[in-house]
């Protein structure tokens, strides 16, 4: 049962368009949401993050937006940049007790030039 | 500043052997995980130890076991690999006090014949 899902294994824009990364969770008790972008051979760095009393966060190029009702949230990059190109994890955690945090299955991007 | 290192980078075992994967990091922080990779699985969690002196099974904890040596390190132990263990291997740390975003290591790449 996954709790975290992100539906698209992969995602081809052209360089200065926007990218929407898409990530569905399932447990109403997660309220944080956090995204993290991995390089081959490296491990996952963080990238942004949302809590649940809010709906957009926004970090230079980056945008996160939650949608708790729908349970859905959204990475959008704009403009995107061929350096973009990784994989995009999207994880969910709950704030209180809570140390264990569930990733999505990824979703790579790919940044034409 | 290292941040999170992990050792080694690669391993191949024969089915049966046991083998330890090291991890440290220099952050002072007081809460890490041990993940594992799988294609089209996302990263999930083994174990973790919230602060030094206590540990937690994590998603998938059969088949391995932990040790926090100490603040900096924690360690985890395949006691009789097998196939289904092959995998790529990530450490990660976090500070408990602060947002949840957590640090990972380059990562161990662990093939089991």
């Known amino acids: 049962d996954q709790q975290v899902k992100q539906n698209s294994p992969s995602l081809s824009v052209q360089e200065g368009r926007i990218s929407i990364l898409n990530c569905d969770y399932t447990?109403?008790?997660?309220?944080?949401f956090l995204w993290y972008k991995k390089y081959p051979a490296e491990g996952p760095t963080f990238l942004i993050s949302?809590?649940?009393?809010?709906d957009k966060n926004e970090d230079g190029r980056f945008t996160v937006f939650l949608n708790k009702s729908a349970k859905h949230l959204s990475l959008h990059i704009v403009p995107s940049q061929p350096g973009d190109s990784a994989v995009y994890f999207c994880?969910?955690?709950?704030?209180?007790?809570?140390?264990?945090?569930?990733f999505g299955a990824g979703t790579r991007l790919f940044v034409k030039a | 500043n290292a941040g999170v290192t992990q050792t080694p980078k690669f391993q191949v075992l024969k089915t049966g052997q046991s083998m330890t994967l090291q991890c440290a990091q220099d952050?002072?922080?007081?809460?890490m995980y041990w993940y594992r990779q799988d294609p089209g699985m996302g990263l999930r969690l083994i174990y973790y130890?919230?602060?030094?002196?206590?540990?937690d099974k994590g998603e998938v904890p059969n088949g391995y076991n932990v040790s926090r040596l100490n603040k900096r390190e924690f360690s985890l132990r395949l006691e009789s690999a097998a196939p289904s263990q092959t995998s790529v291997y990530f450490c990660?740390?976090?500070?408990?006090?602060?947002?949840?975003?957590?640090?990972f290591g380059p990562g161990t790449r662990l093939t089991v014949t």
């Open positions: 447990n109403s008790m997660f309220d944080y």
């Open positions: 990660a740390s976090s500070d408990r006090r602060g947002a949840y975003e957590q640090y």
């Open positions: 949302i809590s649940s009393i809010k």
């Open positions: 952050m002072n922080h007081n809460s």
């Open positions: 130890s919230a602060s030094e002196g206590t540990t």
């Open positions: 994880a969910a955690s709950r704030n209180t007790g809570g140390f264990k945090t569930i």
